[in-house]
């Protein structure tokens, strides 16, 4: 089997695309990598090439949920096929919704990672405006183009249904990371957080506001703008694995997160995680965090850090948890779906989950 596996080059999709390679490699399902989106940092360009992916096609382009983005899809969706076309793909996994929409001559799985309508919704408080009804058409047909809809939780497939209307296969495959790649040291006094700063869902402003006033300093790794809180900009793998091992707290206040790589990279390494109360993380997480609203964060840091035996219990039970979400169990998810795909016979196979 070979798959044409489609990431953009931002944020989490891309390091869940290179340990979704690995696995299938591993289980001699052939990977072809399409990578889309910003210019690939020498980390990235290393890490694709260093993957067993047998090629590695690159396109810097906009993507869908960008500014004025939509020549650059039109382009970015005829390189596609022609990568298709040219490697012999047996099946497309997609993350990104408007490609779902063009004449495949194969079946197409739909990774659904995150959607502007949520995130407005969550992160807003409020409907995205007008200015999103061109995204809204492409994300509408995308969704009716695919064969399979997956999802890292839950709580994303259920708020994806809420805005948009699809009849394909539709199921649950939870995000994993290699667990040998984070493994707790020995803690140390901070609190760290990951991840795109910028971006609003992941509300670091409620850290910033808080930090000048913890017996603890909090560390930020990611790009981001600056705040009261430690920026320490964009860091190496190697250096947030090492950051994670070390640190006693991971928080993220998030408003809206679909699943959290950086919070089950934490957990790998033992972190007490002290989570946004929303759905998803709830149901990533169940009793192994602390979920705060943004009047409870300070209180809830104090605690766990007036109390190391709590902090000790909570990081045993997040490394519990997240070794729960094996990629050997995602990866042999995502093959028996190709493989139902393949055969035609989805119709009523649930492979994880499926929504009604």
């Given at each position: 089997?070979?798959?044409?596996?489609?990431?953009?080059?931002?944020?989490?999709?891309?390091?869940?695309g290179l340990e979704l390679t690995r696995v299938l490699a591993r289980n001699r399902v052939e990977v072809v990598l399409a990578a889309l989106g910003e210019r690939l940092s020498p980390e990235q360009r290393r890490d694709a090439l260093d993957s067993p992916a047998s090629r590695v096609y690159i396109l810097e382009c906009a993507l869908e949920w960008m500014d004025e983005p939509w020549g650059d899809v039109e382009r970015s969706g005829t390189w596609l096929l022609d990568v298709a076309c040219e490697t012999g793909a047996d099946l497309v996994h997609l993350n990104a919704f408007a490609h779902g929409a063009l004449p495949w001559p194969v079946p197409v799985v739909l990774g659904v990672h995150s959607d502007v309508l949520s995130w407005h919704h969550a992160v807003r408080g409020e409907p995205a405006g007008s200015e999103w009804d061109e995204y809204r058409l492409a994300v509408a047909a995308g969704l009716r183009g695919a064969d399979a809809v997956v999802s890292p939780s839950w709580a994303m497939l259920r708020a994806l249904k809420h805005n948009f209307r699809f009849d394909c296969d539709a199921r649950t495959i939870p995000n994993a990371r290699d667990p040998a790649r984070f493994k707790p040291c020995e803690k140390e006094p901070f609190i760290l957080s990951a991840g795109r700063l910028w971006d609003e869902a992941k509300?670091?402003?409620?850290?910033?506001?808080?930090?000048?006033?913890?017996?603890?300093?909090?560390?930020?790794?990611?790009?981001?703008?600056?705040?009261?809180?430690?920026?320490?900009?964009?860091?190496?793998d190697a250096q947030l694995t090492g950051l994670l091992g070390r640190a006693a707290i991971f928080a993220e206040p998030a408003r809206y997160e679909p699943f959290g790589l950086a919070a089950l990279e934490a957990g790998l390494a033992g972190c007490a995680l002290v989570l946004g109360d929303i759905?998803?993380?709830r149901e990533v997480w169940a009793d192994a965090a602390v979920f705060v609203e943004e009047g409870s964060l300070e209180y809830e840091l104090r605690r766990l850090i007036a109390d190391p035996a709590l902090r000790l219990e909570l990081g045993e039970r997040a490394r519990r948890r997240a070794l729960e979400y094996s990629p050997d169990r995602m990866g042999l998810a995502y093959i028996e779906l190709y493989e139902q795909l393949l055969s035609g016979e989805t119709a009523g196979l649930p492979a994880v989950g499926q929504v009604a």
């Open positions: 089997m070979r798959v044409l596996l489609a990431l953009d080059t931002v944020g989490g999709v891309w390091t869940y509300n670091v402003a409620a850290l910033d506001r808080i930090a000048p006033l913890l017996p603890w300093p909090v560390l930020l790794a990611g790009p981001g703008g600056p705040g009261a809180a430690r920026r320490l900009g964009r860091v190496s759905e998803s993380l």
